[in-house]
């Protein structure tokens, strides 16, 4: 007889997001975007990287479950301090390699985390996705020469 809740709460937790998948905070939503790339990408960083790479993520509820809080805080801490995409988006980051970072994250498939796909089931960026990610860096990059 099994009484360990984990493999029901793995199910529960992996198919609440897939029903209601994770959305930025308002302040993502609001940074500008001045060109139609953008606007793809930051669609894109919104729907599957923004939760970890930046310093006012929306966080799902039960990021307040003890344990889970500090295992997702971790997350965000981390992600973040490598890389604050929302900066990157809103063209304010000073760190001259993060283009070439990220397009290897991309390329590399590196990005999200594994841990964050074991509950978050459609969490990878799919091909059309990448595709407009690079075009983007593509373009900040001959924007910036
Ligand atoms: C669940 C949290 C999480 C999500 C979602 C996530 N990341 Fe990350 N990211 C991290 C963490 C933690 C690190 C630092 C550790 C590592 O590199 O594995 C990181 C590191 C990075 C880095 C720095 C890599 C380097 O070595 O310079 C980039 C770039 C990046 N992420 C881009 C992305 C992109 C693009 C997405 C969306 C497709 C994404 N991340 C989604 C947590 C996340």
């Known amino acids: 007889m099994s009484s360990y809740p984990f493999p029901a709460l793995f199910l529960a937790i992996g198919i609440f997001n897939l029903l209601a998948p994770p959305h930025p905070a308002p302040d993502y939503t609001a940074t500008p975007a001045a060109t139609p790339e953008t606007e793809a990408a930051k669609a894109v960083i919104g729907a599957k990287c923004i939760m970890c ?22 997350h965000v801490q981390e992600g973040t301090g ?8 809103a063209g304010t980051s000073t760190d001259k390699w993060a283009y070439d970072r990220l397009e290897h994250t991309i390329t590399s498939q590196k ?9 978050h089931w459609n969490g990878k960026l ?3 996705e990448q595709k407009t990610l690079l075009e983007w860096i593509e373009q900040r990059r001959t924007k910036s020469k």
Request: net charge positive.
């Open 111 to 119: 990005m999200p985390i594994a841990s964050y796909l074991t509950l």
């Open 126 to 128: 799919t091909q059309p």
């Open 82 to 89: 490598m890389m604050n995409l929302q900066e990157l988006l």
């Open 53 to 74: 790479h930046s310093k006012n993520p929306a966080l799902p509820f039960y990021a307040k479950i003890i344990g889970a809080e500090i295992f997702i805080q971790k």
